[in-house]
Nanobody, 130 residues
Framework: QVQLVESGGGLVQAGASLRLSCAAS????????MGWFRQAPGKDRELVAA????????YYADSVKGRFTISRDSASNTVDLQMNSLEPEDTAVYYC???????????????????????WGQGTHVTVSS
């Protein structure tokens, strides 16, 4: 049984940092994509960051470029999201997700569509106060 379990959310002030972690179990994602989505109240779910595990290429939403970093540890089957310079607009529930389609070509970008991701974590809340 595949499981994705997030941790690391919380309440912080604007300008602070948080590190989210997603522990995957049940299978390896060596040729797939792991991503972080978020959904704020009243807004659509959006892809924040994603990484193709085969060659470590990454994708970031424009709103978080330069502030967030996605990283993976194949040995422990985890994917982290380091979030710096947090803003109140980053307040949302953050979800770890896995797209199990095969990504090998360096020219292929991760999908930003949630419907393309097969496995999801339960979500972790991030609240940034001003």
């Amino acid at each position: 049984q595949v499981q994705l379990v997030e941790s690391g959310g919380g309440l912080v002030q604007a300008g602070a940092s948080l590190r989210l972690s997603c522990a995957a179990s049940g299978r390896s994602f060596s040729y797939n994509v792991m991503g972080w989505f978020r959904q704020a109240p009243g807004k659509d779910r959006e892809l924040v960051a994603a990484q193709i595990w085969y060659h470590s290429n990454t994708y970031y939403a424009d709103s978080v470029k330069g502030r967030f970093t996605i990283s993976r540890d194949s040995a422990s089957n985890t994917v982290d999201l380091q979030m710096n310079s947090l803003e109140p607009e980053d307040t949302a529930v953050y979800y770890c997700a896995a797209d199990t389609r095969v990504y090998i070509s360096a020219d292929r970008s991760p999908s930003f569509r949630g419907s393309d991701y097969d496995y999801w974590g339960q979500g972790t809340h991030v609240t940034v106060s001003s």
